[in-house]
């Protein structure tokens, strides 16, 4: 019986988890349960459901309406950014699931860490902002970072058994997002409608809209490298529209796993949870004859820029990675919000990069500060001609 605690417990990964622990109650129980509070009503449903030790929400007025929504006896129940920090660290969890959207999953993720918990990481922005802090941490108190990502899943479940030594490449692949095929010049007038339609995954708004400009695969290859311990330049992205290759290593001797199945979350979350065992995943089997084609194609850096931004971050190292994802975390809202557009995305990522070129980060409250001062100054030029479009 596996305790687990579900960080972001609301979100779209959150509630898949929480499916999967109900489908196996002789398996797994819930330690705590996090979200910001955007929904009480569906936090107290899942308290009914799951009977958590406690839950902490971000928003404090939230959790004043969720006592009034369950009677006594119910659980501890804890706000604030350190509540979530409380309920990542201080309750009893063998696995701990991070799947909070953003930067706000860093300081409860480095809690579950330095308490020892094993991570089943959803969210890659922390890996993305904090990579060596993150991976530093979980050597030194002896934890496993899993993926819960399908694409780093499936690089994870390729490498079992590999030397470093006898890896070539890792071959990340995307779907291409709703906008594949499309020009530059037709994505300046793309709505956010649009940009949330995704073919094939369905997901939280955020990673929907970096899927769309492909800043999500550029994430990813961040994510690869902190994961996996290999170099950028081993690190490539093939665009698979069928998202049934969930992504690929090759070898040394030339010869290539792949893994495969079809694009449904549950799979990657379970083989996290239950690891190194497999359990009869409640997922739609893969029949490759119904599907016919599989096809690849090589993906469009001049009409998603984000992908080489990400890659360009990397390379740069240091608070690079931090700073474009503060950045691009700012313009997805802020297009989400209406307030600027598609093409915005990657002008305000690329003018953050340019005017924070340099930043030095060491620990967690270097990052920490460094974030916030990126997303001040991002915020303040939405709305504002980019400087690539002012010179
Ligand atoms: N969805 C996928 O298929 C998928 C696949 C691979 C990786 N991921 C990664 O997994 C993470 C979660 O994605 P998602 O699609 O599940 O996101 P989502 O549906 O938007 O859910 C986000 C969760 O985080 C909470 N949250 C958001 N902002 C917060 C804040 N500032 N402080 C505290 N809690 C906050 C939300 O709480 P409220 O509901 O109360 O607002 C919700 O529980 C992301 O990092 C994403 O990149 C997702």
Excluded at 39 to 53: E, I, K, N
Excluded at 93 to 112: E, F, H, I
Aim: proline content about 6%.
């Amino acid at each position: 019986m596996k305790t687990v605690t579900v960080l972001g417990a609301t979100g779209s990964i959150g509630r898949r988890t929480l499916e999967l622990v109900a489908a196996f109650p002789d398996q797994f129980r819930v330690g705590g349960l996090a979200a910001r509070g955007s929904d009480v009503g569906l936090v107290a449903q899942q308290v009914r459901a799951h009977r958590p030790t406690a839950v902490a929400l971000l928003d404090r007025a939230a959790v004043d309406r969720l006592a009034r929504e369950l009677p006594s006896p119910r659980p501890e129940l804890l706000g604030g950014p350190e509540g979530l920090a409380a309920i990542a660290g201080d309750v009893a969890a063998d696995v701990v699931v991070s799947a909070l959207v953003g930067a706000a999953g860093l300081v409860p993720t480095l809690a579950a860490i330095r308490a020892g918990r094993t991570i089943a990481l959803a969210n890659k922005e922390t890996l993305v902002m904090a990579g060596a802090l993150m991976t530093h941490a979980a050597r030194e108190h002896g934890v496993r970072l899993l993926p819960v990502d399908s694409e780093h899943s499936a690089l994870f479940q390729c490498l079992a058994g590999a030397a470093p030594r006898e890896v070539r490449r890792l071959v990340l692949t995307a779907s291409g997002g709703p906008f594949r095929g499309r020009s530059r010049a037709t994505l300046e007038t793309v709505t956010v409608e649009q940009a949330l339609r995704h073919p094939t995954w369905r997901m939280g708004a955020k990673i929907t809209i970096d899927s769309a400009t492909l800043m999500n695969k550029g994430l990813e290859v961040l994510e690869a490298h902190w994961l996996f311990g290999v170099p950028f330049e081993r690190i490539d992205v093939v665009v698979h529209p069928q998202s049934i290759v969930h992504s690929m290593v090759e070898f040394v001797d030339r010869s290539v796993l792949a893994q495969l199945g079809m694009p449904d979350m549950g799979i990657p979350i379970l083989y996290a949870l239950t690891y190194p065992d497999r359990l009869p995943c409640p997922a739609p089997p893969l029949d490759l004859v119904e599907l016919g084609t599989l096809t690849f194609e090589a993906p469009d850096e001049s009409a998603f820029p984000c992908l080489g931004l990400a890659r360009q971050a990397g390379r740069a190292g240091g608070a690079a990675p931090l700073v474009l994802n503060a950045a691009n975390e700012v313009a997805v809202a802020a297009f989400l919000d209406g307030r600027c557009g598609f093409m915005d995305i990657p002008r305000l990522i690329g003018d953050a990069l340019d005017a924070h070129a340099g930043a030095a980060v060491g620990d967690l409250g270097a990052c920490l500060a460094l974030d916030g001062a990126v997303r001040r100054s991002t915020e303040a030029s939405v709305g504002v001609p980019a400087a690539s479009a002012r010179s």
